[in-house]
Nanobody, 115 residues
Framework: QVKLVESGGGLVQPGGSLRLSCAASGSIFSGNTWGWYRQAPGKEREWVATITSDGSTNYADSVKGRFTISRDNAKNTVYLQMNSLKPEDTAVYYC?????????WGQGTQVTVSS
């Protein structure tokens, strides 16, 4: 079993930055993949970014060049650095962890981009 706890969300003005964190506890194994997803009001949950165990990253086109996903294996923590935030980035952001057939989700953290 794996528990994920996100933090770092909040209210930020357009153009600002936030850094989300997701700390994992429980049975963490190598060869895993971490990801961030988001869900805006009235919309489906969408993929934002992924980082694999070897450090390879992928981003949705909507955030490419503005967001950076990283991981600290020693701390079992993944981060999402969000720069140049836009109002359309407003959403609940969810951390995702997968290993083999097992997947886990965090409870989500609210990010609001507004002036």
């Amino acid at each position: 079993q794996v528990k994920l706890v996100e933090s770092g969300g909040g209210l930020v003005q357009p153009g600002g930055s936030l850094r989300l964190s997701c700390a994992a506890s429980g049975s963490i194994f190598s060869g895993n993949t971490w990801g961030w997803y988001r869900q805006a009001p009235g919309k489906e949950r969408e993929w934002v970014a992924t980082i694999t165990s070897d450090g390879s990253t992928n981003y949705a086109d909507s955030v490419k060049g503005r967001f950076t996903i990283s991981r600290d294996n020693a701390k079992n923590t993944v981060y999402l650095q969000m720069n140049s935030l836009k109002p359309e980035d407003t959403a609940v952001y969810y951390c995702h962890y997968s290993w083999g057939p097992y997947t886990y989700w965090g409870q989500g953290t609210q990010v609001t981009v507004s002036s």
